[in-house]
C-alpha cells in the first residue's frame, strides 16, 4: 500500500466514509463522524499505519485531511 | 469549545489511548472518568431509574461548588479526561449546573451531559455550549412517542428529548442518543428503528444495557443475553455510529471489548460517596473522607474490578449481579461497602 493510500485508510476506517469524501474540505466537526472520539481513532490509526507516536500539540493541529499530511511531514511521512 | 481547543484533554486522552494500546486493547486499571451525581431531583418518573429519583430519594442533596472544584483538582491529576454530569434532571437547576461547571473548569475535561432532553432549548443549548459541555447524551426509549412518554411517565417528554438533539447538534455540541437496551427490546424492530434514526440523523448511538438495579432491582430477567449481545454487535458493524462504554472505541476490529470500566470511571453522589459505577452500588469511599487517588487505588486492590471482565458487571454478569449486587434495600444512598461484601481474599493487600 502506497503512503497515500495508508493515508487516506486511517480515514476511511475511521470516519466510516468513502474514499470520495476524503479532500481538502474535509476538517474536523464537518461530518459527524470527526467528532472528538472520532479524532482520537484517527490519531491512533495514523500513529498505527505509520509506526508513529504523535505529541499533543499536533494531535491539536490535525484539524484537517490536508492539515494531516503537513503535520506527519514532521515524523518524516511524506503524503 | 471542541476538544481540539483543550489542550489539556487531548494530552490525558492520548495517554488513555497510549496505555490501551499497550495494554492489549483493555482498559486495565487506567482511569478514564468521572460520572456526577449532581442532583437528584427530576421531572420525570422513568420505570428503570438506576437513582430512584422517582421514590424522592435525597432529592436536596447536591455537593457544593468548593467540594466539586477540589474533586475537579484531583481527577485531573489522575489523568481522568471524560465527566459525565447527570441527575436525577439537572437542566430542573440550570443555575446550580453553570455553577458547578465553572468550579471544575471545564477546559480540563471531555465535558458532557447526560439529560431527559426536556428542559433543553435552543437558549439552553447555547449556554451549555458556551460553558464548555462537549457531549450531550439525550435519553430516548422508542422511536413511537407514546411508548417513550408511557415509559418515562410524561406525555410530551419524547417530543422534547427529540427535539433537544437537533439543538444539540445546531450548536456544535456532539449529539448523543442515549438508549437504555434490555433482553425486552435488544433484538427489537423498534430498537432498529431507533438507531436507524440516530444514524439519519447523524447523532451518535449511546448503547447503556439495562440493569437490575434501583427502580428495576432484582428483575435479572432484563439483562441482555448472548443472543441480545451478539445483535448489539451486529447493529455496530451496520450503523458505524454505535458506542458503548465497554467497546473499545478506537481501531477497526467492531468487536474490541475494552472491558467493564467500574473504577475507571467512578460514580459520585450528591453525598459523595464514590461507587465503581453507576450501576454498581458499591461503595469504595467519600470524597470528604479520601481522596480520588486513594478510593481509586482501593478499588482497583478488589480482583472484579482489577481484573479485565468482558462482561459489564451490572449488566451482563449474573453471576456477579447474584453474589454482590441482591442486597435488598440496595440503592446509589444506600450502597454495601466493599470491605463488608467482599472476602479479605478479594481484595489485595498493601
Redesign the interface.
Known amino acids: 500500500m502506497s503512503t497515500k493510500e495508508k493515508y487516506d485508510n486511517a480515514f476511511i476506517e475511521s470516519f466510516s466514509v468513502e474514499a470520495s469524501a476524503l479532500g481538502d474540505a474535509l476538517e474536523y466537526n464537518t461530518i459527524p463522524e470527526w467528532d472528538s472520539i472520532g479524532h482520537m481513532t484517527l490519531v491512533a490509526a495514523l500513529e498505527d499505519a505509520f509506526s508513529v507516536s504523535m505529541e499533543t500539540d499536533d494531535i491539536i493541529e490535525l484539524s484537517s485531511y490536508a492539515k494531516g499530511k503537513e503535520i506527519l511531514k514532521k515524523y518524516g511521512v511524506e503524503v | 469549545m471542541?476538544?481540539?481547543a483543550k489542550?489539556r484533554v487531548?494530552?490525558k486522552?492520548?495517554s488513555f489511548?497510549?496505555y490501551i494500546?499497550k495494554n492489549d486493547g483493555h482498559i486495565g486499571t487506567k482511569q478514564r472518568g468521572l460520572d456526577m451525581n449532581l442532583n437528584n431531583a427530576c421531572n420525570l418518573r422513568c420505570k428503570h431509574c438506576f437513582t430512584n429519583s422517582p421514590k424522592g430519594d435525597h432529592v436536596k442533596d447536591v455537593l457544593p461548588p468548593e467540594k466539586i472544584a477540589d474533586i475537579a483538582d484531583q481527577a485531573d491529576k489522575l489523568g481522568i479526561f471524560e465527566w459525565d454530569l447527570q441527575g436525577g434532571e439537572l437542566l430542573l437547576r440550570p443555575e446550580m449546573l453553570f455553577e458547578t461547571l465553572k468550579a471544575i473548569r471545564t477546559e480540563r475535561f471531555?465535558m458532557y451531559l447526560t439529560t431527559n432532553g426536556y428542559y433543553l432549548d435552543q437558549a439552553m443549548a447555547e449556554k451549555l455550549a458556551e460553558a464548555g459541555i462537549?457531549?450531550v447524551s439525550v435519553s430516548i426509549d422508542s422511536i413511537e412517542a407514546k411508548e417513550h412518554d408511557e415509559f418515562r411517565g410524561k406525555e410530551g417528554s419524547w417530543a422534547k428529548a427529540i427535539e433537544a438533539l437537533k439543538h444539540v447538534k445546531a450548536v456544535?455540541m456532539?449529539p448523543y442518543l442515549n438508549i437504555t437496551v434490555g433482553h425486552y427490546n435488544a433484538q427489537s424492530e423498534e430498537i432498529d428503528a431507533l438507531f436507524k434514526y440516530s444514524k439519519d440523523q447523524?447523532?451518535?448511538t449511546l448503547v447503556n444495557v439495562a440493569t437490575p438495579a434501583g427502580m428495576w432491582q432484582k428483575m435479572s430477567e432484563i439483562m441482555v443475553d448472548e443472543a441480545d449481545k451478539a445483535h448489539l454487535i451486529q447493529l455496530r458493524k451496520k450503523y458505524?455510529?454505535v458506542?458503548r462504554n465497554i467497546w473499545n472505541?478506537?481501531?477497526?476490529d467492531d468487536e474490541a471489548i475494552l472491558g467493564c470500566n467500574t473504577v475507571n470511571r467512578l460514580y459520585v453522589t450528591p453525598l459523595g460517596d464514590v461507587l465503581t459505577c453507576p450501576y454498581v452500588h458499591i461503595k469504595i469511599g467519600n470524597v470528604y473522607q479520601q481522596s480520588l487517588k486513594e478510593i481509586s487505588e482501593f478499588g482497583f486492590s478488589i480482583k472484579y474490578f482489577r481484573e479485565h471482565s468482558a462482561l459489564c458487571l451490572a449488566g451482563e454478569d449474573k453471576d456477579f449481579v447474584s453474589r454482590f449486587l441482591s442486597t435488598p434495600g440496595t440503592s446509589i444512598f444506600n450502597p454495601v461497602d466493599a470491605r463488608e461484601i467482599f472476602p479479605p481474599e478479594d481484595i489485595r493487600q498493601g
Not at chain 2, 472505541?249 to 477497526?252: A, T
Open positions: 471542541p476538544i481540539l489542550p487531548v494530552e486522552f492520548k489511548l497510549d494500546r471531555y462537549n457531549r456544535g456532539s447523524g447523532y451518535t458505524k455510529n458506542l472505541p478506537f481501531g477497526k
